[in-house]
């Protein structure tokens, strides 16, 4: 069991490019998230899916728009690219419903923007 | 709406020393409380949440709703406890976590 997958690992990225940065899971959590980490910042919330076809906006969702097709899938693009956006993006995802559901975090794609 | 403050960035410890990480929020309803913690290298992981009461490596943390904290303490730091360290809330209800800005601990050989 993979649990969740991000891609790329890491991607330096000229500002002003477009980019699409990938998230999976296989355990059929319906609610997936998506968080940049930022020295100092913590962790903060761009988007979130409780479930599949619904998105909603988290703290920081201006550069960034998201969707979700299926359970499995929860894409996060920057449709134009700036340097602010250099970070650490984590993708998450939790079983809906119920108290103190548990949140999985996948491995992290390191984004740099030139 | 929520707010969580973790006011220490960094934290050196000599090992066998105690440890406390504070966490304090700011939340009028019913709080789920909870610490998360990154190793170097490894993603991001649950070590406990306030309804379980229970200790996860030796770390144990109590909710202290008259002082809307939730601190995190382990009596003896080893070395593997060397990480980055969350508090996050919940709103009762809500799937959403808000994070504090992290603890980086060191332990000291």
């Known amino acids: 069991i993979a649990g969740i997958t991000q891609a790329p690992t890491s991607q330096i990225l000229a500002a002003g490019r477009r980019m699409t940065l990938r998230c999976t899971q296989d355990?059929?959590?319906?609610?997936m998230y998506w968080y940049r980490q930022d020295l100092g910042l913590g962790l903060r919330l761009i988007h979130y899916?409780?479930?599949?076809?619904?998105?909603g906006k988290g703290e920081v969702p201006d550069g960034y728009s998201v969707s979700r097709a299926n359970t499995d899938d929860f894409p996060l693009t920057l449709a134009s690219a700036v340097p602010s956006q250099t970070s650490v993006y984590f993708c998450?995802?939790?079983?809906?419903?119920?108290?103190?559901?548990?949140?999985?975090f996948g491995p992290g794609t390191r984004l740099t923007v030139l | 709406a929520q707010r969580v403050t973790q006011p220490e960035k960094l934290l050196s410890v000599f090992k066998g020393a105690p440890v406390e990480l504070k966490c304090n929020y700011s939340?009028?309803?019913?709080?789920?409380l909870f610490w998360y913690v990154q190793y170097s290298r490894q993603r991001l992981q649950l070590l406990l949440r306030?309804?379980s009461r229970e200790s996860i490596k030796g770390f144990t943390a109590d909710l202290n709703k008259g002082e809307t904290s939730f601190h995190l303490k382990k009596p003896f730091a080893q070395e593997e406890d060397s990480a980055m360290y969350y508090c996050?809330?919940?709103?009762?209800?809500?799937?959403?976590?808000?994070f504090g800005k992290g603890n980086q601990v060191v332990v000291i050989p």
């Open positions: 306030h309804i």
């Open positions: 939340y009028s309803g019913s709080p789920e």
């Open positions: 355990m059929r959590h319906n609610a």
């Open positions: 899916s409780n479930t599949a076809g619904t998105t």
């Open positions: 996050a809330l919940r709103r009762y209800g809500n799937n959403r976590l808000a």
């Open positions: 998450a995802s939790s079983a809906q419903g119920g108290s103190y559901n548990e949140q999985f």
